[in-house]
C-alpha cells in the first residue's frame, strides 16, 4: 500500500476534517510545549469517536507505521512530539461531556475534553473535578490521564490517577478495551492505574470516566508577601512539618511577579516582594479559620511582610489567574521557556531552590521560579531564544543538572509533566535496570512491536536490551514510514 493509499484509508475514516496531510498545517502538529525538540509527521489525525478511532488504529497497524497520540499539545516534556514519518493520531474532535452523575459523583467524558470545561459542566451539581493544571483552560482530560498530571490543588486533592475510574482504551492493533465497568474491588490486576501516566506507550484513551468532588463549604485565599525566597521556602517546609493541610501552596518568585504583572495575567501581586506565597484552604468554615489562623502565624514567624487574604471570589479568582498565566507571561522575557518539572524533599526546598540559581546563573540563564511547593514540585523556569544554539545547550544542560541534583537529594525527576524524551538521559539515574525491564515488559505485553510512542519515556538502551534478553521482536512492517523502532534513521531520540 502506498502513502496515498494509506492517506486516502485514514480519510475514508475520519472524513476530510479529520485529516491533517498538508505540510503547513501539519506545523503546529510538529512539538508540544517543548518546543526545541521537533518533528514532522506524516499526517495528523482526528476520529470524532471511540469508533473511528479503533478504526485508524487498525489502518496504521497493518500499516506498520508508528503512532504519536496527542490530547491539546500543552505537554513539556515532548510527549507528543511526533515520530518523522509517523502518524499523529489526536482526540481534538472529541469534547463531549457523555454523562455527569451526581449521586455517585461521576462523569463520563470524551478524552479530547478540556480540563476546566468538564468542572463548569458539573458545578450545577455543586461538583467540580480537582485536578488543575496550571494549563486547565487549554489541556484535556486524556492528555492529563497520559501525563497523570498534577495542578496546585493537587496538594491537598492528589494527582489525575486519583480521581479516574475507568478508561476506554484503543490499543495499538484497534482493538477496544472497555474499563469503566469494573466493580469497584476489581479482579486481576489493576489496568487502569498501570495505563494512566503511561505516556501513550500503552494504547490511546478515547473516554474517562473521573471521580468529582463536592464543592467545599468555604474557601480562604491568602498572599504572603516575602523579602526573599527562602522565607517562602521555609513557611512551606514548616506548614507542611505542623501537619496542616491548606489545598494548595504555590510559591512565585520576583521575576515571575514582574512578568506576570506587566502582562494580561495582572493579578496584583506586589512588585516589591522577591517572592510571594499563595495559599488557599477550603473545607468546613471552623477547620478553614483554624488552618489559616496557624498559617499566618507561621508566614508571619517566617518574616513575611504581609499577608493579605482575598476579598471575595473575584479576588480569588484573580490572584489564581496570575499564578496560572505565570507560564505564559513568561514571553515577555524571553522568546522560549524551558519548564523544568522535578519534585525534592520538602524538608530541602530552601538548598534545592538556591542551587537550582546557582547551576542557572553559571550558565549564564535567566531563570524565574514558579512551583508547587506543597508537593515539592519544583518548575525551574529557564528563560531562552532557541535559535540561538550555544543558548539552547546551556539550558539543556542546566536542566539535566537540576535533575541530577534532585535525584541525588532524594527526588524524582517528574511531579506532573512526564519523561517524555526531555528526561530520558536521567531515568537510568532514577532507576536500577531490573527496574526499566520490568516497565518494557508491561509495554510489551500492550505494543508487542513497540509502534506507539516510540522513543519516549523509556530509554531505548534499557527495551533493546530487554529485547536481546529473548522478548519477540519489533515488527519491520513500518520500514516505509521510517527505518527500525523509531521510524528514524538515528535510533534515538533527538536532543
Not at 521537533?38 to 478504526?55: E, H, S, Y
Not at 494527582?159 to 482493538?175: M, S
Amino acid at each position: 500500500m502506498t502513502t496515498a493509499g494509506l492517506l486516502r484509508d485514514l480519510r475514508s475514516i475520519v472524513g476530510p476534517r479529520g485529516l491533517v496531510d498538508d505540510p503547513t498545517w501539519l506545523v503546529p502538529y510538529e512539538s508540544d510545549g517543548l518546543a526545541m525538540q521537533r518533528g514532522r509527521p506524516l499526517c495528523a489525525v482526528l476520529p470524532r469517536d471511540t469508533a473511528q478511532a479503533a478504526a485508524v488504529m487498525a489502518r496504521l497497524a497493518r500499516a506498520g507505521v508508528p503512532v504519536v497520540s496527542r490530547g491539546a499539545g500543552t505537554g513539556l516534556s515532548g510527549g507528543a512530539t511526533p515520530v518523522e514519518g509517523g502518524a499523529l493520531v489526536g482526540t481534538a474532535r472529541m469534547r463531549d461531556v457523555l454523562s455527569v452523575d451526581p449521586v455517585d459523583r461521576l462523569a463520563r467524558v470524551q478524552a479530547g475534553v478540556v480540563n476546566v470545561e468538564l468542572t463548569a459542566a458539573c458545578a450545577a451539581h455543586g461538583l467540580f473535578y480537582a485536578p488543575d493544571p496550571s494549563s486547565q483552560q487549554a489541556c484535556t482530560i486524556g492528555g492529563n490521564v497520559a501525563e497523570n498530571s498534577g495542578g496546585p490543588h493537587c496538594f491537598k486533592y492528589g494527582a489525575t490517577t486519583r480521581h479516574v475510574e475507568g478508561l476506554v482504551i484503543v490499543t495499538a492493533d484497534g482493538e477496544v478495551l472497555d474499563l469503566t465497568g469494573a466493580p469497584v474491588d476489581p479482579d486481576g490486576l489493576d489496568l487502569v492505574g498501570l495505563f494512566v501516566g503511561s505516556e501513550g506507550l500503552l494504547g490511546l484513551a478515547t473516554e474517562v470516566v473521573v471521580r468529582l468532588t463536592p464543592l467545599p463549604e468555604a474557601v480562604e485565599t491568602l498572599l504572603a508577601v516575602f523579602p526573599d525566597l527562602d522565607g517562602a521556602c521555609d513557611s512551606v517546609s514548616e506548614i507542611i512539618a505542623q501537619r496542616l493541610e491548606p489545598s494548595a501552596l504555590e510559591i512565585l518568585d520576583r521575576l515571575t511577579i514582574e512578568a506576570v504583572e506587566d502582562s494580561v495575567f495582572a493579578a496584583g501581586y506586589p512588585r516589591e516582594a522577591e517572592a510571594v506565597l499563595l495559599i488557599e484552604a477550603d473545607g468546613g468554615d471552623a477547620e478553614v479559620a483554624e488552618v489559616v489562623a496557624r498559617i499566618r502565624a507561621i508566614v508571619e514567624r517566617q518574616g513575611a511582610l504581609e499577608v493579605r487574604s482575598a476579598r471575595g471570589a473575584d479576588e480569588r479568582k484573580l490572584l489564581w489567574a496570575g499564578r496560572k498565566g505565570a507560564f505564559g507571561a513568561m514571553g515577555r522575557v524571553a522568546p522560549d521557556l524551558y519548564v523544568a518539572d522535578v519534585v525534592v524533599p520538602r524538608t530541602k526546598l530552601r538548598e534545592i531552590v538556591a542551587r537550582t540559581t546557582e547551576i542557572c546563573r553559571e550558565q549564564r540563564l535567566k531563570l524565574a521560579n514558579v512551583f508547587h511547593a506543597g508537593d515539592g514540585n519544583l518548575h525551574p523556569n529557564i528563560c531562552y531564544d532557541r535559535r540561538d544554539e550555544d543558548e539552547v545547550a546551556r539550558v539543556l544542560a542546566a536542566g539535566h543538572a537540576i535533575m541530577q541534583m534532585c535525584v541525588a537529594a532524594g527526588g524524582s525527576l517528574t511531579g506532573e509533566h512526564g519523561v517524555g524524551l526531555e528526561k530520558l538521559p536521567e531515568m537510568e539515574l532514577a532507576f536500577a535496570p531490573a527496574d526499566l525491564r520490568a516497565m518494557c515488559d508491561a509495554r510489551d505485553a500492550w505494543d508487542p512491536h513497540r509502534r506507539l510512542n516510540p522513543g519516549k519515556l523509556l530509554p531505548v538502551r534499557a527495551c533493546r536490551e530487554r529485547r536481546a534478553a529473548g522478548a519477540p521482536p519489533a515488527s519491520s512492517a513500518g520500514a516505509p514510514f521510517g527505518s527500525g523502532e523509531h521510524g528514524s534513521s538515528a535510533g534515538e531520540p533527538p536532543r
